[in-house]
């Protein structure tokens, strides 16, 4: 004959497993799907970093080499690697093939490289892609200046990689080997965890 105690502890039992499976469910389901890349933080992408309390993207609305306006939120549905560069910016100007590559590489309906300008004028940026072969990359320039102070970017090159909803992924705060299987490893890693 079942006792009440028996049964209450048959009960007891039955909840935790049942908490314990669907804690296990639950918690499973996005491992490795989401969270922070910093395991890519190695080889030619070693400066690339996470931050906790990252800026939101800009909102600016930038001027295209067509004088039309585009912003950062055009790109929503797509990982983005947004680059701020400048002609006068000589490790910014080393960078740019290697950006280049990576756009060849990857580039596509998942991802994109997002040239950003600062020179004074677009036209000094349009003479450079266009003597550097560099028509993959998109001629965009922030005519406010204003990009590197919301972006908390202190100096040139800033490389900023947005997934598919405009939230910061993590940063390279210096030039980087863009066209390095390490860069590529990072890159489709982030691909795979965009929403």
């Not at 996470?50 to 939120?73: C, F, H, K, N």
């Amino acid at each position: 004959m079942k006792t009440p105690l028996g049964i209450a502890i048959f009960g007891m039992a039955a909840i935790l497993v049942v908490g314990f499976v669907w804690v296990s469910l639950v918690s499973g389901t996005n491992r490795g799907e989401t969270g922070p890349l910093d395991s890519y933080s190695r080889g030619e992408m070693r400066a690339f970093v996470t931050i906790d309390d990252a800026p939101a993207q800009p909102e600016i609305a930038y001027v295209d080499g067509e004088g039309g306006e585009v912003r950062l939120s055009d790109y929503r549905g797509q990982v983005i690697l947004v680059n701020y560069w400048a002609t006068w910016c000589g490790p910014c100007v080393e960078e740019m093939p290697a950006l280049s590559d990576l756009q060849s590489e990857l580039g596509g309906d998942d991802f994109q490289v997002v040239t950003v300008t600062l020179d004074r004028s677009i036209d000094d940026a349009r003479d450079f892609l266009t003597r550097m072969e560099l028509d993959n990359l998109p001629l965009i320039h922030d005519s406010t200046f204003s990009s590197p102070s919301q972006v908390r970017a202190i100096g040139l090159p800033k490389s900023i990689l947005y997934d598919g909803l405009g939230r910061e992924i993590g940063r390279v705060p210096a030039p980087a080997e863009w066209n390095s299987e390490d860069a590529y490893t990072l890159i489709r890693a982030a691909i795979r965890r965009n929403i």
